[in-house]
């Protein structure tokens, strides 16, 4: 078995079909698909069950309403491919997807990229390529570019989908969802993988579609950046502690915490609201492992000094993020589907 398919279901009777479908015309035939039930109400378990009769690739599992976590987790526990992929029970795959992952995860390779594409239901379209210049990059410079990406989220690399995982590594580091974080819950397993992998592959064909409609998740939430991503911070600091990774990636995780409170407030945001952001960077830390910027960094955090002079680190990171979206929008036409 090549490739596990996870789908995680909750009251998806609307689209659910159609992404079926969409997976089971793949033209390699080499995969299971795990239909995950997370307790619907509507017809979704039916739907499910009736493929899985027509079927024999089909599983269906069904769990209480967890959440979309912990349905994905189920599937993990209960897949046996070499590599696992998901979809979301509105969303499509493009024919021949799996064949084109798969052709690029080879030897050294723990992840695969790809392109995807986000519709509506009037008719909008936009393809999404990786920002910044990662793909361009190789080895563990690569892997560091990615990590750095995750780390800033806002990125084509947050989602699940659109991505193989090598089974075998997340079986062996012992990767799960946290069901405990309800936004970028994906971009802190795939930061994980990465961090604990091997090489990331990318593929520049639109791979993956995303349909974008009032129920989807990004259209559901109201909160202030800052306390919505809060969780996701929290846990994505004790996943880099624990794997003794935070020091290299210290002034990254800061840029990625001061980044939510400037979006609820602006620069302003950050010199009033560094002091309930602390807690959550003034930890004690190596400092031999830290580097120049992340010294720094760390000595304001520590000093309480960071709220004071962030009007002169604010244009720094604009510059940075400015340059990063100007070198992606060159860098697009060149990587259209093939």
């Not at 079926?20 to 509507?42: H, K, P, R, W, Y």
């Not at 493009?94 to 594409?117: I, Q, R, S, Y």
């Not at 659109?162 to 309800?182: F, Q, W, Y």
Request: net charge neutral.
């Amino acid at each position: 078995m090549k490739i596990s398919v996870i789908i995680p279901c909750f009251n998806g009777e609307r689209y659910l079909s159609e992404c079926l479908n969409s997976v089971l015309c793949q033209d390699m035939a080499d995969f299971e698909l795990l239909l995950i039930d997370d307790g619907s109400t509507d017809g979704t378990l039916d739907i499910a069950r009736h493929y899985a009769q027509r079927d024999a690739r089909v599983r269906v599992l069904h769990q209480p309403n967890a959440g979309v976590s912990a349905a994905r987790n189920l599937g993990l526990d209960h897949a046996s491919g070499e590599w696992v992929t998901f979809v979301d029970c509105d969303d499509l795959l493009v024919p021949g997807a799996l064949g084109w992952m798969l052709n690029a995860a080879t030897d050294g390779v723990d992840m695969v990229v790809c392109a995807h594409e986000t519709f509506d239901a009037q008719g909008n379209r936009e393809t999404v390529y990786p920002q910044t210049c990662w793909p361009k990059k190789a080895g563990d410079a690569r892997k560091r570019a990615v990590a750095l990406r995750l780390i800033e989220g806002d990125c084509v690399l947050n989602i699940m989908c659109a991505k193989l995982h090598r089974r075998a590594l997340i079986e062996r580091e012992g990767l799960r969802l946290s069901p405990d974080v309800a936004i970028a819950e994906d971009a802190l397993f795939n930061l994980e993988a990465v961090l604990c992998g091997r090489g990331v592959a990318y593929v520049s064909r639109v791979a993956y579609r995303y349909r974008t409609h009032e129920a989807s998740a990004m259209h559901t939430h109201k909160e202030g950046a800052w306390t919505l991503h809060l969780p996701w911070l929290t846990q994505m600091r004790q996943m880099l502690m624990r794997r003794g990774m935070l020091e290299p990636y210290y002034a990254a995780f800061v840029d990625s915490a001061v980044l939510r409170l400037y979006k609820d407030a602006g620069v302003s945001g950050v010199m009033g609201g560094m002091k309930k952001a602390l807690p959550l960077l003034d930890v004690p830390l190596d400092v031999s492992r830290l580097d120049a910027r992340g010294r720094a960094v760390y000595r304001l955090i520590r000093s309480g000094a960071y709220a004071a002079v962030y009007p002169l680190i604010f244009p720094v990171q604009v510059a940075h993020r400015k340059v990063g979206e100007a070198a992606a929008h060159l860098r697009a036409p060149k990587e259209r589907p093939q």
